[in-house]
Every structure is written in structure tokens, then in C-alpha cells.
């Protein structure tokens, strides 16, 4: 659903437990006894038939006789008496209820229980859930055995077991949180739902989740990039394995598992993954503390030669490198460290080091242009105290104001560490007591940075023109009129040239005696290929004849091809055969690109190594539509194969870009056709002058179906020529990434005047962070529309941004100073409100200075009403509810 009424769970005025009671041991007890004892200042409610005396408490029979409706209710009554409580709490006025009764799974009860909220907007939390702690405002509303203390971590878990031992493990290390939430079943509030909420609490600086399944995908992504944006979102994902492939039909189908879809589900989101509780907790640690922009060149400060050695060692596969260091600060670092130090990085200052050496080395480090982070190891000595060198490195890092440059610091062994944690915590500085853990806590550094990189992607819809379009169109039409879901590789390589896609020329041979015939039409020597509706790969079965000098040749194959079929499989049917000329570059490699679908996050990209041995290399990567050249890149840039098409020896590079224009194609493919549930391209061959499908093939849904990819493409269909009352041609479409460049532009031709408007602030230029969240956003919370001139100058913006419930919206109007007063306002307005409308957004509404008397006289004129500001005499807010079609 949404957010709406969600505030109530993390500052609640009052509670009630449904089934509170004093029996001791009962599930009743042990929450209302945690509410009672957590020292919540609200007023508790218990509701029992049954008298309930307990300090702090009031006790009531029944739901009807409360004496006011709680902001918060935890029902831990019997499964069939749940849906009753639930409409009862709403008609009262509850706003959420956390149900920690189990035995809920008949979806025939869950629809009640859902049925006697909606009237209500009452949001359910679970049901069969551990329940819901919130530090900050006293509550422990949960049967948890050991309550959180204050932090700033939110914990989102699927399995309330692990809520628990993530509180012992918490408690363990000192780590607070702002509030922990067991969802359960999640027959209402979700992952998606709590993101938002979490996102929004300025008390909550990292989300961490734990995910068995995501349900409404789509919610759940665009939550997690709204929320990655400002925060970091760090999650553990249960159930590595999987079956995903075996049904498969292609070879992309086989290579894409559940878990590593939602892997690159994660990464898009800009969602760092990690495998355990500690990973999640040293990921926590780094993310809260450290902006995600880090370039990935390291310095290694250390008074151990090994430990910088295995430090090194590992810095690898956390995506780093080891910084050179400069000429100057070798330099610098000569005089104040032993003739005997390393010289080069890790910067080993001797096991002799006391706190005078690591100052002045961490300095330097940090000094250096080409040093993006420093990691310093301790090795514990008796040359001086681990804290008194944690004291030096502080200080040294207090210098630097503001801090840049990431510092990590790495106290060798338990009882180190320890006795320095709290100097570090208090300076904000990330410790951990071993390396493997340190290097690991860089990484996550760099895998935020990639992340918010690719939550800011926001790829348009690759165009095709109508014509190729509607080729592609019939091919369905006429496969699903035959009763087919398998396509022949003649259609598929026909609407892979629709979209673009080079492919190797094929001509069908129904029978034995036209391959004579088809053989003329391609160019000797030949590939004979066997189709059977049964044996989508052929190979398996025998069925590809290569390097065939004659149409003779060719024939002979077919014959054999047949025999063996008969012979091997004699109720497999032959619908006919495939010649192609033979296709053997000096320097191909073979690759696989394809479409495959996932249960939950639908079309899926893949990218890998090709050829007959593709499922057992498994060297791919996946990405989710729409993509564009640099996510389609960096998918590339993943795998191994990526560094043969570098080139090597006498082997040119290969044309990368061939490539990212085949994983373009198909992701324009599948969101202008969803009902293709797979396609491969193996191989696809590709040298230094190009790529070309060798063979492909495709399976398709046996009905056209709406799209269900869960990440929005730029949707160009509101682009128009528009007209203003004034005679102003204006070109309007959604903004594109690109046009950051174009915007900061705009903004110089904006009076300061109107530019404090549009900010509410005194502002002299727009810079890059704002002119970032105007121009990559998610388009299904946010709309920016640019208006153009005839010659291509942009003259006016009008930026959308919608509340995660979908329901309200905010809209604020810049328009160049030299189109002011000739109705681009207006126009632009009107646009937007049908947008809008479309959207299904009920309300628009624009916070405006008051004294901006043009755009309140204009709003005016729209239908807007003014709402004088609750917070602000400056400010008034206006208001218009959209009219639905």
C-alpha cells in the first residue's frame, strides 16, 4: 500500500495490547510487560476479558470500551478472533496494528483481516511477526527477550528469530537502533512500505534488512532508490540456492537464479549486499560514517610489514587498488620515518612506531592527491599503546576539516580494539580488530559509491520506428495463431534485425529436398541446423552441422541428423532445417546476450561468455530494463570474459560497443514486448569490427501481457508540441540524465529573484547535487518536464514530485527570464495537470514565497486554493484537487 498512517508506529502517544494478560509466560504477558518495563511515557492499554493488573497499565474488557483510540495496537489473540479485533480498532480510529498471532495462512482470513482495515486506512504490520521495538520513543512493543537501546539503525526483518540475534549481537557491541521492525507475513506493511518510512526518520541513518522474498517489486525498488539516495540501505538475502534453471528453455534462462537476480536487483537499487550479521553491522559502521563517494586508491598506514602485505593482498577483490604514492609525499615521510621504511605503499613506519610516527604518516597519506582513502593497522607493541596511537591518529584526522578522505582504522586483535573502540567511535573514525574485516569494510565504501551511481541512472526507452515495431507485432501474432510458444530461429532473427541486431542470414528448408535450394540462397560453406520444437537446443541432440563445403554436404547432414533423431528420440517431430553461411572470424569471441524473466522482478538482461559449454563456465552478469551504454558497460566490465575482449597478443580489442548496443536492443526489446519471456543470442560473435548473432532463440508467453519490469523507463509518450496562448512553440518531454548540462544553463537565465522563489532560499547558482536530483530521478515518484524553444533553448522546467503513497504531489514552475509573461507557465501547467491525472495523483500542490504574486495569481487562475504555511508566515502553500477522467 503506502506510508500513510505509518508515522503512528514510530511515535505512538498511546498503545493497547489486543490479549494483553499477567499469566505469566503467555505471549500476552511477555509483551505487555515489555511495554510496561521499557518505560514508554504513553498510555498502555491492555484489553482481556479478563481483569489485568500491572503497573502503568489500564486495563479494559474490550476493544468497544476503550476510552480513546491508540495510535498503535498489538493484537496477540487467537487467529479467528483477529479480523474482528482489526475492524474494531479501526472504526475507533487506530491508525496501525502490529498482529502477533500466528496461524494466520489461509488466504481466506488474510483478506478478512485486510477487508476490515481498508475502510479505515488501519495498517496492518505482520501478521506471525516477532513485533516492533522503537528505541527512541521507549517502546518495546515485542516478545523479544532483550529489548535495543537508542541508535541509528532501523533493522527490517523477515524471520523475527533473527531479530533476536540481532539484538543479542547489537547489545554485544554496543550498537543502537531507531527501531526494529519483525514484518512476518507482510499481508499489508512491507519491505517497500518501512524503506520509505525508515528513509524519511531523521533519527534513522542506515537501514539494514533481512529478505526472504520482496513482494511488490516495483514498490520495493523505488523505495530503495529514493531511500539510497540519502542514506545507506544495506540487506542480507536469504536462500543462495536455488532451481531456477532446470525447466529452463534457453541457456539465459538456465544462468539466471533467483538469488543473483535480486542481486542485480539490490545493485541497481543501490542496495549494498551483504552474506552475515557481521558484514551487515561493519558495513553499517562504514556507510553511516562515510559519504559513498570514494574513489577506490588506498594508502595502508601500518607498523607491521605483513600485515600492509596481506592488507594488499586483499584489497582486490573489495574492488580496490593500492594508491602510488606521489614523489612529494615520499618526500615528506623520509624525514620522519626510519632509513629502513618501505618507501612505496603500504607505508610500513616499523614496529618501533610510537604515536609521533603514525601522525605524521597518516598525514601524508592523506596529504597525497592520489590517495582517495587511508586504512591504519596497528599491530600491538610494547613500543606504545594501541590507544595512545588511536589518540594520534584522531587528532591527525581532526586537521583535516572537512574530512574529505574515508580513514579506517584497523586494531589488530579483540583486546586492542576494544580499548581504543570508544576514542574512535566518539571521533566517527570505523574500527575493526582484523584485516580481512577492514579491507571488506572499503569495499563496501566503493560498492555504495557504484550503487549511488546506478540509482541516478535513469535510461529512456530505446526507440524503434513504428514499422519495425509492428514486424515484430505480426511475428507474435502469427507463432500464437499456429498454438506456438517456441519461435523458429528465422523469426527470431528477424525480429532481432528489427530492433538492430546484426545476425547471420538463415534460410528454412522445410524438408530434405529443399536444401538444395536454400543452400543457393547463402554463400558456401554452409551450417545446417535441425529444427524440433522438442530440442530448442540442438547441439544436444546432434543437430548442427558446421563448415559444410556443398549442397551436397549438406544434404548428407540432414540424413544422418534425421536417422539419429529417429533412432534416439522417435517421438520428437522435425518441423524443418536451417542454412546459414559459416561464420569463423580470425578473431571472434563467442558471447551470450539475452532476455530472461524472474518470478518477482520480471525481465531480466544477461551478459557472458558463449558457445556450447555457457552453462557450465556460468560466467555472466545481469541487469534488470531499461538499461542504457554505461549500465550496459558495466555489466560487461563484470565478468571474466571481459578482459578477452580487451584484446591480447596479436588479438585486437573487440568492439565493446557493438555489444552494449545488442544489450540496449534487447532491453528495448522486452519493454515494447513484454509477453517474451526468454531470448538468447549464442553465440554472439564479436571482433574488432562488430557482433553478429550466430543463433538464437526465443520462447514467448501465450498472450500479450502488460510489462512488468520493475524499474521505469523515461516515458518519452508525454513528450508534445505545445502552443502557448501567447504563440510560443515549446517542444515539452521528461528530462534525461543528459540534460544536467542544459539545466545549469537554464538556471543562469533565471532572475535571483525567481531562483529564491523556485528554492526558498537565497541561492546565486544551482549546483551540481541539486541539478543531479532535478535531472536523474525515479520516474515513478518524480516528473520533471523541460519546455524547449524552437532553436532547442530550454526555457522553462516544471519538476513533480510525488509522496510514495502516490496520492499528493509537490510541483514547482522556473521559466527563463526572457520567456517570462508569454503564457509558458500556464501551458507548461496545464501539461503537468494531466499528467497528473493520468498518474492517478489526487492532489497538486505548490509551496510558494508570498510574496510570488504572479505565481500565486496564476495558480489562482488554475484552481488552486491558499493554504497559509503551519511552520512558515513566509510561505503559503496552494492546492488543487486533480479531477479524475
Given at each position: 500500500m503506502t506510508v500513510r498512517n505509518l508515522q503512528a508506529l514510530l511515535h505512538p502517544r498511546s498503545?493497547?495490547?489486543i490479549g494483553g494478560s499477567q499469566r505469566q509466560g503467555s505471549m500476552g504477558e511477555m509483551v505487555l510487560s515489555n511495554i510496561a518495563d521499557g518505560g514508554f511515557e504513553g498510555t498502555i492499554f491492555a484489553v482481556n476479558p479478563k481483569l489485568v493488573e500491572m503497573k502503568g497499565v489500564v486495563w479494559v474488557a474490550s476493544v468497544t470500551e476503550l476510552p480513546v483510540a491508540p495510535d498503535l495496537a498489538v493484537i496477540v489473540t487467537p487467529a479467528a478472533t483477529v479480523a474482528t479485533i482489526v475492524g474494531e480498532l479501526g472504526a475507533l480510529g487506530t491508525k496501525v496494528a502490529v498482529i502477533v498471532s500466528a496461524g494466520l495462512h489461509d488466504p481466506v482470513t488474510r483478506q478478512a483481516i485486510l477487508d476490515a482495515a481498508k475502510p479505515h486506512m488501519l495498517r496492518i504490520v505482520g501478521p506471525n511477526c516477532l513485533g516492533a521495538l522503537l528505541p527512541h520513543a521507549k517502546l518495546d512493543a515485542s516478545f523479544a527477550p532483550r529489548a535495543a537501546v537508542p541508535g541509528g539503525l532501523a533493522f527490517v526483518s523477515q524471520s523475527g528469530a533473527l531479530v533476536t540475534a540481532m539484538l543479542d549481537w547489537a547489545a554485544a557491541k554496543n550498537i543502537g537502533f531507531s527501531g526494529v521492525v519483525s514484518?512476518?507475513?507482510?499481508?499489508?506493511?512491507?519491505?517497500?512500505?518501512?524503506?520509505?518510512?525508515?528513509?524519511?526518520?531523521?533519527k534513522t541513518d542506515a537501514i539494514l534488512l533481512y529478505i526472504e522474498g520482496v513482494t511488490n517489486p516495483a514498490k520495493f525498488m523505488s523505495a530503495a532508490r529514493a531511500a539510497s539516495r540519502i542514506k545507506p540501505v544495506i540487506a542480507i538475502k536469504a536462500g543462495r540456492t536455488d532451481a531456477a534453471g532446470k525447466a529452463a528453455t534457453s541457456h539465459t534462462g538456465a544462468l539466471t537464479g533467483a538469488y543473483d537476480v535480486h542481486a542485480a536487483a539490490f545493485r541497481r537499487a543501490g542496495i549494498i549486499l551483504v552474506d552475515s550479521l557481521t558484514e551487515l553491522f561493519d558495513a553499517a559502521q562504514m556507510l553511516s560514517r562515510h559519504r559513498p563517494w570514494c574513489g577506490e586508491r588506498l594508502a595502508i598506514v601500518t607498523n607491521g610489514g605483513g600485515a600492509g602485505v596481506l592488507a594488499a593482498d586483499a584489497l582486490p577483490a573489495s574492488g580496490g587498488t593500492l594508491a602510488a604514492l606521489t614523489p612529494e609525499t615520499i618526500a615528506a615521510l623520509d624525514p620522519v620515518l626510519p632509513a629502513s621504511w618501505s618507501r612505496a605503499n603500504p607505508i610500513d613506519v616499523v614496529g618501533d612506531a610510537r604515536p609521533e610516527r603514525f601522525a605524521s604518516a597518516t598525514r601524508a597519506a592523506l596529504a597525497d592527491p592520489g590517495v582517495d582513502a587511508v586504512l591504519v593497522v596497528?599491530?600491538?607493541?610494547?613500543?606504545?599503546?594501541?590507544?595512545?596511537?588511536?589518540?594520534?591518529?584522531?587528532?591527525?584526522?581532526?586537521?583535516?576539516?572537512?574530512?574529505?578522505?574515508?580513514?579506517?582504522?584497523?586494531?589488530?586483535?579483540?583486546?586492542?580494539?576494544?580499548?581504543?573502540?570508544?576514542?574512535?567511535?566518539a571521533a566517527g573514525i570505523a574500527l575493526f580488530d582484523n584485516l580481512d574485516d577492514a579491507v571488506r569494510g572499503f569495499g563496501y565504501l566503493l560498492q555504495a559509491s557504484k550503487g549511488r551511481d546506478a540509482v541516478m541512472r535513469a535510461p529512456a526507452h530505446v526507440t524503434v520506428a513504428e514499422g519495425d515495431r509492428a514486424r515484430v507485432r505480426a511475428i507474435l501474432t502469427g507463432a500464437r495463431g499456429e498454438g506456438r510458444t517456441i519461435l523458429t530461429g528465422c523469426e527470431v532473427r528477424s525480429i532481432l534485425g528489427a530492433y538492430g541486431i546484426p545476425v547471420v542470414e538463415a534460410v528454412l528448408a522445410r524438408t530434405i529436398e529443399a536444401i538444395p535450394s536454400a543452400c543457393a540462397r547463402v554463400s558456401a560453406p554452409y551450417v545446417l541446423k535441425l529444427i524440433s520444437p522438442q530440442f530448442p537446443h540442438k547441439s544436444d541432440i546432434g543437430g548442427v552441422a558446421l563448415n559444410l563445403a556443398s549442397e551436397q554436404e549438406a544434404v548428407a547432414a540432414a540424413h544422418v541428423m534425421v536417422r539419429r533423431l529417429s533412432q534416439d528420440h522417435p517421438r520428437a517431430s522435425i518441423t524443418g532445417f536451417e542454412i546459414e553461411p559459416m561464420i569463423a572470424p580470425a578473431h571472434g569471441r563467442?558471447?551470450?546476450?539475452?532476455?530472461?524473466?524472474?518470478?518477482?522482478?520480471?525481465?531480466?538482461?544477461a551478459f557472458g561468455a558463449g558457445g556450447k559449454a555457457v552453462e557450465l563456465i556460468r560466467d555472466r552478469a545481469l541487469g534488470l530494463p531499461p538499461l542504457d551504454d554505461v549500465l550496459a558497460e558495466d555489466m560487461i566490465a563484470s565478468t571474466r570474459i571481459a578482459r578477452l575482449l580487451d584484446g591480447y597478443r596479436d588479438v585486437p580489442p573487440a568492439n565493446r560497443m557493438a555489444i552494449v548496443a545488442a544489450l540496449n536492443a534487447l532491453s528495448a526489446l522486452v519493454l515494447d514486448f513484454p509477453e517474451i519471456v526468454e531470448l538468447d543470442i549464442n553465440p554472439l560473435v564479436v571482433d574488432e569490427a562488430g557482433a553478429i548473432g550466430v543463433d538464437a532463440r526465443a520462447r514467448i508467453s501465450g498472450a500479450p501481457r502488460a510489462s512488468r519490469a520493475v524499474i521505469r523507463p523515461v516515458p518519452m509518450e508525454w513528450a508534445r508540441d505545445l502552443t502557448t496562448r501567447d504563440g510560443v512553440g515549446m517542444r515539452v518531454r521528461p528530462v534525461k540524465p543528459g540534460d544536467e548540462a542544459a539545466l545549469a544553463e537554464f538556471f543562469r537565465h533565471v532572475t535571483p529573484e525567481d531562483l529564491r522563489f523556485r528554492f526558498l532560499t537565497g541561492l546565486h547558482e544551482v549546483g551540481h547535487d541539486r541539478l543531479v536530483a532535478m535531472t536523474q530521478i525515479d520516474y515513478r515518484r518524480t516528473m520533471n518536464f523541460l519546455a524547449f524553444a524552437g532553436d532547442g533553448l530550454l526555457i522553462a522546467t516544471a519538476m513533480l514530485a510525488c509522496d510514495p503513497d502516490g496520492v499528493r504531489a509537490e510541483l514547482a514552475i522556473s521559466v527563463r527570464a526572457d520567456f517570462k509573461g508569454r503564457g509558458v507557465s500556464w501551458t507548461l501547467l496545464q501539461h503537468v495537470l494531466a499528467y497528473a491525472r493520468a498518474e492517478g495523483i489526487e492532489t497538486v500542490e505548490s509551496v510558494e514565497s508570498s510574496d510570488n504574486h504572479a505565481a500565486l495569481k496564476l495558480e489562482r487562475e488554475a484552481g488552486f486554493e491558499a493554504v497559509p504555511s503551519q511552520t512558515f508566515s513566509t510561505e503559503v502553500t496552494v492546492r488543487r484537487k486533480v479531477e479524475t477522467n
Amino acid at each position: 500500500m503506502t506510508v500513510r498512517n505509518l508515522q503512528a508506529l514510530l511515535h505512538p502517544r498511546s498503545v493497547a495490547v489486543i490479549g494483553g494478560s499477567q499469566r505469566q509466560g503467555s505471549m500476552g504477558e511477555m509483551v505487555l510487560s515489555n511495554i510496561a518495563d521499557g518505560g514508554f511515557e504513553g498510555t498502555i492499554f491492555a484489553v482481556n476479558p479478563k481483569l489485568v493488573e500491572m503497573k502503568g497499565v489500564v486495563w479494559v474488557a474490550s476493544v468497544t470500551e476503550l476510552p480513546v483510540a491508540p495510535d498503535l495496537a498489538v493484537i496477540v489473540t487467537p487467529a479467528a478472533t483477529v479480523a474482528t479485533i482489526v475492524g474494531e480498532l479501526g472504526a475507533l480510529g487506530t491508525k496501525v496494528a502490529v498482529i502477533v498471532s500466528a496461524g494466520l495462512h489461509d488466504p481466506v482470513t488474510r483478506q478478512a483481516i485486510l477487508d476490515a482495515a481498508k475502510p479505515h486506512m488501519l495498517r496492518i504490520v505482520g501478521p506471525n511477526c516477532l513485533g516492533a521495538l522503537l528505541p527512541h520513543a521507549k517502546l518495546d512493543a515485542s516478545f523479544a527477550p532483550r529489548a535495543a537501546v537508542p541508535g541509528g539503525l532501523a533493522f527490517v526483518s523477515q524471520s523475527g528469530a533473527l531479530v533476536t540475534a540481532m539484538l543479542d549481537w547489537a547489545a554485544a557491541k554496543n550498537i543502537g537502533f531507531s527501531g526494529v521492525v519483525s514484518v512476518g507475513d507482510m499481508v499489508d506493511v512491507d519491505l517497500g512500505d518501512l524503506i520509505d518510512l525508515f528513509a524519511a526518520d531523521p533519527k534513522t541513518d542506515a537501514i539494514l534488512l533481512y529478505i526472504e522474498g520482496v513482494t511488490n517489486p516495483a514498490k520495493f525498488m523505488s523505495a530503495a532508490r529514493a531511500a539510497s539516495r540519502i542514506k545507506p540501505v544495506i540487506a542480507i538475502k536469504a536462500g543462495r540456492t536455488d532451481a531456477a534453471g532446470k525447466a529452463a528453455t534457453s541457456h539465459t534462462g538456465a544462468l539466471t537464479g533467483a538469488y543473483d537476480v535480486h542481486a542485480a536487483a539490490f545493485r541497481r537499487a543501490g542496495i549494498i549486499l551483504v552474506d552475515s550479521l557481521t558484514e551487515l553491522f561493519d558495513a553499517a559502521q562504514m556507510l553511516s560514517r562515510h559519504r559513498p563517494w570514494c574513489g577506490e586508491r588506498l594508502a595502508i598506514v601500518t607498523n607491521g610489514g605483513g600485515a600492509g602485505v596481506l592488507a594488499a593482498d586483499a584489497l582486490p577483490a573489495s574492488g580496490g587498488t593500492l594508491a602510488a604514492l606521489t614523489p612529494e609525499t615520499i618526500a615528506a615521510l623520509d624525514p620522519v620515518l626510519p632509513a629502513s621504511w618501505s618507501r612505496a605503499n603500504p607505508i610500513d613506519v616499523v614496529g618501533d612506531a610510537r604515536p609521533e610516527r603514525f601522525a605524521s604518516a597518516t598525514r601524508a597519506a592523506l596529504a597525497d592527491p592520489g590517495v582517495d582513502a587511508v586504512l591504519v593497522v596497528h599491530c600491538p607493541t610494547a613500543a606504545a599503546t594501541g590507544t595512545d596511537i588511536a589518540q594520534a591518529v584522531i587528532a591527525t584526522v581532526a586537521e583535516r576539516v572537512p574530512a574529505t578522505k574515508p580513514v579506517i582504522a584497523c586494531w589488530l586483535g579483540t583486546h586492542n580494539a576494544d580499548a581504543a573502540r570508544a576514542a574512535f567511535d566518539a571521533a566517527g573514525i570505523a574500527l575493526f580488530d582484523n584485516l580481512d574485516d577492514a579491507v571488506r569494510g572499503f569495499g563496501y565504501l566503493l560498492q555504495a559509491s557504484k550503487g549511488r551511481d546506478a540509482v541516478m541512472r535513469a535510461p529512456a526507452h530505446v526507440t524503434v520506428a513504428e514499422g519495425d515495431r509492428a514486424r515484430v507485432r505480426a511475428i507474435l501474432t502469427g507463432a500464437r495463431g499456429e498454438g506456438r510458444t517456441i519461435l523458429t530461429g528465422c523469426e527470431v532473427r528477424s525480429i532481432l534485425g528489427a530492433y538492430g541486431i546484426p545476425v547471420v542470414e538463415a534460410v528454412l528448408a522445410r524438408t530434405i529436398e529443399a536444401i538444395p535450394s536454400a543452400c543457393a540462397r547463402v554463400s558456401a560453406p554452409y551450417v545446417l541446423k535441425l529444427i524440433s520444437p522438442q530440442f530448442p537446443h540442438k547441439s544436444d541432440i546432434g543437430g548442427v552441422a558446421l563448415n559444410l563445403a556443398s549442397e551436397q554436404e549438406a544434404v548428407a547432414a540432414a540424413h544422418v541428423m534425421v536417422r539419429r533423431l529417429s533412432q534416439d528420440h522417435p517421438r520428437a517431430s522435425i518441423t524443418g532445417f536451417e542454412i546459414e553461411p559459416m561464420i569463423a572470424p580470425a578473431h571472434g569471441r563467442e558471447l551470450l546476450v539475452g532476455i530472461a524473466e524472474d518470478s518477482v522482478f520480471g525481465p531480466v538482461i544477461a551478459f557472458g561468455a558463449g558457445g556450447k559449454a555457457v552453462e557450465l563456465i556460468r560466467d555472466r552478469a545481469l541487469g534488470l530494463p531499461p538499461l542504457d551504454d554505461v549500465l550496459a558497460e558495466d555489466m560487461i566490465a563484470s565478468t571474466r570474459i571481459a578482459r578477452l575482449l580487451d584484446g591480447y597478443r596479436d588479438v585486437p580489442p573487440a568492439n565493446r560497443m557493438a555489444i552494449v548496443a545488442a544489450l540496449n536492443a534487447l532491453s528495448a526489446l522486452v519493454l515494447d514486448f513484454p509477453e517474451i519471456v526468454e531470448l538468447d543470442i549464442n553465440p554472439l560473435v564479436v571482433d574488432e569490427a562488430g557482433a553478429i548473432g550466430v543463433d538464437a532463440r526465443a520462447r514467448i508467453s501465450g498472450a500479450p501481457r502488460a510489462s512488468r519490469a520493475v524499474i521505469r523507463p523515461v516515458p518519452m509518450e508525454w513528450a508534445r508540441d505545445l502552443t502557448t496562448r501567447d504563440g510560443v512553440g515549446m517542444r515539452v518531454r521528461p528530462v534525461k540524465p543528459g540534460d544536467e548540462a542544459a539545466l545549469a544553463e537554464f538556471f543562469r537565465h533565471v532572475t535571483p529573484e525567481d531562483l529564491r522563489f523556485r528554492f526558498l532560499t537565497g541561492l546565486h547558482e544551482v549546483g551540481h547535487d541539486r541539478l543531479v536530483a532535478m535531472t536523474q530521478i525515479d520516474y515513478r515518484r518524480t516528473m520533471n518536464f523541460l519546455a524547449f524553444a524552437g532553436d532547442g533553448l530550454l526555457i522553462a522546467t516544471a519538476m513533480l514530485a510525488c509522496d510514495p503513497d502516490g496520492v499528493r504531489a509537490e510541483l514547482a514552475i522556473s521559466v527563463r527570464a526572457d520567456f517570462k509573461g508569454r503564457g509558458v507557465s500556464w501551458t507548461l501547467l496545464q501539461h503537468v495537470l494531466a499528467y497528473a491525472r493520468a498518474e492517478g495523483i489526487e492532489t497538486v500542490e505548490s509551496v510558494e514565497s508570498s510574496d510570488n504574486h504572479a505565481a500565486l495569481k496564476l495558480e489562482r487562475e488554475a484552481g488552486f486554493e491558499a493554504v497559509p504555511s503551519q511552520t512558515f508566515s513566509t510561505e503559503v502553500t496552494v492546492r488543487r484537487k486533480v479531477e479524475t477522467n
